[in-house]
């Protein structure tokens, strides 16, 4: 009859125990990315960083340049383009700056050490209801040849590459 | 009889003179300002080298190769900067990095001051679009100045102080690193 007893309550303990880890994997674990024809870039968003416009608008135009360059979605609209609200499977790509340092170009040539330049990017994928779908933090620098700007073409590459490997119609995975 | 004869040949030759000075004057464009379009506008390059006019409500980038129009309404802000790049740039300047001596370093020392202008915009599908463009020192200011007396929007207001054009105040001042 102990023995009973000592069995039943050890499966309930490990069943409650598989219950939580289960609930767990689900709370870490982002949101299973699915395919969409067409993504939206929204403007850059950098509140509590002081961003120069040159380099908000580089990054937007730079990432949208990239999305369409790297293919996969039939559309690749623009903030507020209104074309967008009649996509049914729209990605909504949320860029925020969370980290700026504006390096020098000559301090790069010239030391080959120093004047790095670099941009940090939370970058939030949502559904076309807002629902969160993926989240990333992505950074673009510049280390020796090149302008201060050629750093949003870094992220922009690395933002691009995201979103085509996760939501793309014709990427692997 | 002979100043009479003065005055008809001045009449004629003042009015064969005035009839090919003037269309001359009529054709001649618009100077516009020499910029170099670093991003941003449809069907034009990257680092295209052209001229920025106001015409007709129109902010107008014209190249050897390709022209782009942004109405000037269309625009929502309107900022200016400044930067700088190498005096030796492109290929030739990728090359002087491999110079002997650190040559390609000290060549790297000379550079260019320059002015920035950045603009934000929308499209006929109220799409946002961004332009960067890079011009000589001093002729940003103005093209921003003209481009707010014709209805383009700006986040940074400019200060018309006397004396000053340029002043602006301390807390919207716009980057000048």
Same mark, same amino acid.
């Given at each position: 009859?102990?023995?009973?007893?000592?069995?039943?309550?050890?499966?309930?303990?490990?069943?409650?125990?598989?219950?939580?880890?289960?609930?767990?994997?689900?709370?870490?674990?982002?949101?299973?990315?699915?395919?969409?024809?067409?993504?939206?870039?929204?403007?850059?968003?950098?509140?509590?960083?002081?961003?120069?416009?040159?380099? $908000?608008?580089?990054?937007?135009? %730079?990432?949208?340049?990239? =999305?369409?360059?790297?293919?996969?979605?039939?559309?690749?609209?623009?903030?507020?383009?209104?074309?967008?609200?009649?996509?049914?499977?729209?990605?909504?790509?949320?860029?925020?700056?969370?980290?700026?340092?504006?390096?020098?170009?000559?301090?790069?040539?010239?030391?080959?050490?120093?004047?790095?330049?670099?941009?940090?990017?939370?970058? $939030?994928?949502?559904?076309?209801?807002?629902? %969160?779908? =993926?989240?990333?933090? =992505? %950074?673009?620098?510049?280390?020796?040849?090149?302008?201060?700007?050629?750093?949003?073409?870094?992220?922009?590459?690395?933002?691009?590459?995201?979103?085509?490997?996760?939501?793309?119609?014709?990427?692997?995975? | 009889?002979?100043?009479?004869? #003065?005055?008809?040949?001045?009449?004629?030759?003042?009015?064969?003179?005035?009839?090919? /000075?003037?269309?001359?004057? /009529?054709?001649?464009?618009?100077?516009?300002?020499?910029?170099?379009?670093? #991003?941003?506008?449809?069907?034009? @390059?990257?680092?295209? @080298?052209?001229?920025? #006019?106001?015409?007709?409500?129109?902010?107008?980038?014209?190249?050897?190769?390709?022209? /782009?129009?942004?109405?000037?309404?269309?625009?929502?802000?309107?900022? #200016?900067?400044?930067?700088?790049?190498?005096?030796? &740039?492109?290929?030739?300047?990728?090359? !002087?990095?491999?110079?002997?001596?650190?040559?390609? &370093?000290?060549?790297?020392?000379?550079?260019?001051?320059?002015?920035?202008? !950045?603009?934000?915009?929308?499209?006929?599908?109220?799409?946002?679009?961004?332009?960067?463009?890079?011009?000589?020192?001093?002729?940003?200011?103005?093209?921003?100045? /003209?481009?707010?007396?014709?209805?383009?929007?700006?986040?940074?207001?400019?200060?018309?102080?006397?004396?000053?054009?340029?002043? @602006?105040?301390?807390?919207? @001042?716009?980057?000048?690193?």
């Amino acid at each position: 009859m102990k023995r009973i007893l000592y069995v039943t309550a050890v499966s309930f303990l490990l069943l409650g125990a598989h219950f939580k880890l289960t609930e767990l994997r689900a709370q870490v674990a982002p949101p299973r990315a699915t395919k969409a024809s067409a993504i939206q870039v929204l403007m850059i968003q950098s509140d509590d960083i002081k961003l120069p416009a040159e380099f $908000q608008i580089s990054l937007y135009e %730079n990432l949208i340049h990239q =999305l369409e360059k790297q293919g996969g979605f039939q559309h690749v609209y623009r903030d507020g383009d209104h074309n967008a609200t009649a996509v049914p499977d729209l990605v909504v790509l949320h860029s925020t700056v969370r980290g700026f340092r504006k390096g020098s170009e000559m301090a790069r040539q010239v030391t080959t050490v120093a004047g790095k330049t670099s941009v940090d990017v939370h970058c $939030q994928f949502t559904d076309k209801d807002g629902k %969160n779908v =993926l989240e990333r933090e =992505l %950074n673009g620098k510049v280390m020796f040849f090149g302008g201060n700007l050629r750093a949003t073409l870094d992220f922009a590459k690395k933002a691009a590459k995201l979103a085509h490997d996760n939501f793309a119609v014709n990427s692997g995975s | 009889m002979v100043l009479r004869f #003065t005055r008809t040949a001045m009449i004629g030759l003042l009015s064969v003179l005035g009839s090919t /000075a003037l269309p001359s004057v /009529a054709q001649q464009p618009a100077a516009g300002t020499k910029v170099e379009q670093i #991003t941003g506008l449809v069907g034009v @390059k990257a680092k295209a @080298k052209g001229s920025l #006019t106001l015409e007709n409500g129109n902010l107008q980038f014209t190249s050897s190769k390709a022209k /782009a129009n942004v109405p000037i309404d269309s625009i929502e802000d309107v900022v #200016t900067g400044d930067d700088s790049q190498r005096v030796f &740039r492109g290929t030739v300047g990728t090359l !002087t990095m491999f110079a002997p001596y650190g040559s390609g &370093r000290f060549l790297s020392l000379f550079r260019l001051k320059l002015d920035t202008l !950045t603009i934000r915009y929308r499209d006929a599908d109220r799409g946002l679009h961004g332009a960067i463009f890079t011009m000589p020192v001093g002729k940003a200011d103005p093209l921003k100045k /003209a481009l707010l007396s014709q209805g383009a929007h700006t986040s940074i207001p400019m200060l018309n102080s006397p004396g000053s054009s340029e002043a @602006k105040p301390d807390a919207v @001042k716009e980057k000048k690193p």
